[in-house]
């Protein structure tokens, strides 16, 4: 399969788009073929008139055929691999076995997904039968679930042209819980784009689904994805990506006549406290383990440990005299972009100047002027959109309300934070942000100390995810993950997740009927309970019918 570089709304294409924009290989600059054509207004408005058309359908669909279409679309992109992977290796420079896990990870989140809108336990059925008898005065029948919330907007990444794109965690969640989808792919790899919405297309017509069940737009600027979120007809939106580009969604929204939710993953720094038991008992294990998880992709993870906290002593001194020399050692990597690349140098160029911090290198510390220098020297001499390993280091008092050593640089980079005791840890833990994780490596007797539960408890309060003697990338998708955090590691708060089967969630809202006649029920919350759902019937889950 080859892209065509045309706008897919729903069966059709539309008309004559607006300005070409085409895809450039971030190895070499090169532009590839085919050019692709930006969504006109009358293509946004097709899109989600059709969509919006579609969603009385799909909120009636039954959760098994929700399931054949996911597990479809699964289908198509394990047998379309080899074509996805090699146009997306084009796009994004990523290597080849990364992509093909992607692709093998992305299948069985829409399986995951498929299988628990099937179940139906997402949908929180719960009944309280009438009491026509009860003093003084009668209880109604109330019976309550989950219903889908109408067409969602999804924005595609840029360091997930699978997993975190058009038949991503947000699209394939959105479609699980009952919604049709618009994808406004990412300009940076449209291609992978395109060939997946065809399969997406391909799915619709097999499983005999309506033509507004999905379509993808594309835009060489932010026109077409300011008139989605901006659509009356449009009732949520996904994003993954930039602190910024969440921010302007999230306003954006909120300043419709009818405000929208928008569900998006933004910054996050991803800290990593590391007590002095674990440097003494495993320091050779967690240099390897912290080096592999700071450079996979090029440091271009969400979930990139962006911090390190630990206690200064002679040993930790040597572990992160080790751990710089391992990242000295290692190779430029190809960024996915060229503003992701130039946005990272002005990132490290700009730390390096900052009060109190010093740039590692092997075994060398440079801060202030030479530490500039030697990093634009380092930026000229560098490939093609290419970045390596750069890691600052300063003391808890310098980074204790300065705001902007908080702040994450996309990629390859990560800040030491000195402490002098396990108190300037905790007061450290206590002054970030939110964010998707944060990590706690313990010797075996520190983490049964009241202290580490102390510090794990601040953790929490921070993260989405807490992680002990782990690393915060390798992202496993399952019921219980939680991929979301604390501002502005999201944009709700850490109130939902991105990731895992709670995802569905997030495109639903909460319906409660009183009174109604049994036949009038949706068949969720009949008494027969045609679907074998597990629902909480007067206060007990039962999985059975009503007497």
Not at 106 to 135: F, M, N, S
Not at 146 to 167: E, K, T
Not at 325 to 336: E, F, I, N, R, S
Request: hydrophobic share 45%; charged share 20%; aromatic share 6%.
């Amino acid at each position: 399969m080859k892209p065509d570089g045309g706008n897919l709304i729903g069966f059709g294409s539309g008309g004559p788009g607006g300005a070409v924009f085409k895809a450039h290989n971030p190895a070499t600059g090169d532009a590839l073929e085919p050019g692709f054509a930006s969504a006109k207004p009358r293509d946004v408005d097709r899109a989600v008139q059709l969509a919006a058309e579609a969603a009385p359908v799909w909120a009636k669909l039954p959760g098994a055929k929700r399931n054949e279409f996911l597990r479809h679309i699964a289908d198509s992109l394990e047998k379309k691999a080899d074509d996805l992977v090699a146009r997306a290796m084009l796009e994004t420079g990523l290597p080849e076995a990364r992509l093909k896990g992607e692709v093998a990870r992305t299948a069985g989140q829409l399986r995951l997904y498929g299988e628990a809108a099937e179940k139906g336990d997402w949908l929180d059925a719960r009944i309280e039968t009438a009491q026509p008898q009860r003093q003084p005065l009668p209880n109604p029948d109330h019976r309550s679930m989950r219903r889908a919330i109408g067409p969602v907007v999804v924005f595609g990444s840029s360091n997930f042209p699978f997993a975190y794109s058009v038949a991503g965690g947000d699209a394939a969640s959105a479609f699980a819980a009952g919604c049709p989808v618009i994808v406004k792919a990412h300009p940076a790899h449209p291609g992978t784009s395109e060939i997946v919405g065809r399969l997406i297309l391909h799915a619709v017509r097999d499983c005999g689904l309506p033509e507004g069940t999905f379509s993808l737009l594309f835009d060489a600027g932010f026109d077409v994805g300011q008139a989605l979120v901006k659509h009356p007809a449009v009732k949520a939106v996904g994003f993954t990506g930039s602190l910024k580009g969440g921010r302007a969604l999230a306003d954006l929204a909120a300043a419709r006549p009818e405000p929208i939710p928008v569900y998006a993953e933004m910054g996050s720094i991803n800290p990593v406290f590391l007590l002095p038991g674990a440097i003494a008992e495993r320091s050779a294990a967690i240099v390897d383990g912290l080096h592999a998880s700071a450079t996979v992709g090029v440091g271009q993870f969400c979930t990139n440990p962006g911090l390190l906290v630990l206690q200064r002593s002679a040993d930790a001194e040597r572990f992160v005299q080790a751990l710089a020399a391992k990242l000295a050692a290692t190779a430029d990597g190809v960024m996915l972009t060229a503003g992701i690349c130039a946005n990272f140098w002005k990132g490290v160029e700009a730390r390096a100047a900052a009060a109190g911090v010093r740039v590692i290198g092997g075994s060398e510390r440079r801060d202030g002027v030479e530490a500039g220098n030697a990093l634009e020297s380092r930026r000229k001499a560098a490939p093609t959109n290419t970045a390596a390993p750069v890691w600052f280091e300063t003391d808890a008092k310098f980074f204790v309300g300065n705001h902007a050593l908080s702040e994450e640089i996309f990629g390859p980079s990560s800040l030491v934070v000195w402490c002098k005791n396990g108190a300037e840890m905790l007061q450290v833990a206590r002054s970030l942000e939110g964010s998707l994780t944060a990590s706690l490596h313990a010797g075996a007797a520190e983490a049964k100390e009241p202290a580490s539960t102390e510090l794990a408890d601040v953790l929490a309060s921070k993260a989405g995810r807490v992680i002990l003697n782990g690393y915060p990338t390798g992202l496993e998708v399952s019921h219980a993950i939680v991929h979301g955090g604390p501002y502005p590691a999201t944009s709700d708060g850490g109130r939902s997740t991105s990731v895992g089967t709670r995802a569905l969630e997030r495109w639903a809202r909460l319906v409660c009927y009183q009174g109604f006649a049994d036949e009038l029920l949706p068949p969720e919350l009949q008494n027969a309970n045609p679907l074998g759902l597990r629902r909480l019937v007067n206060g007990e889950w039962r999985d059975g019918p009503i007497a």
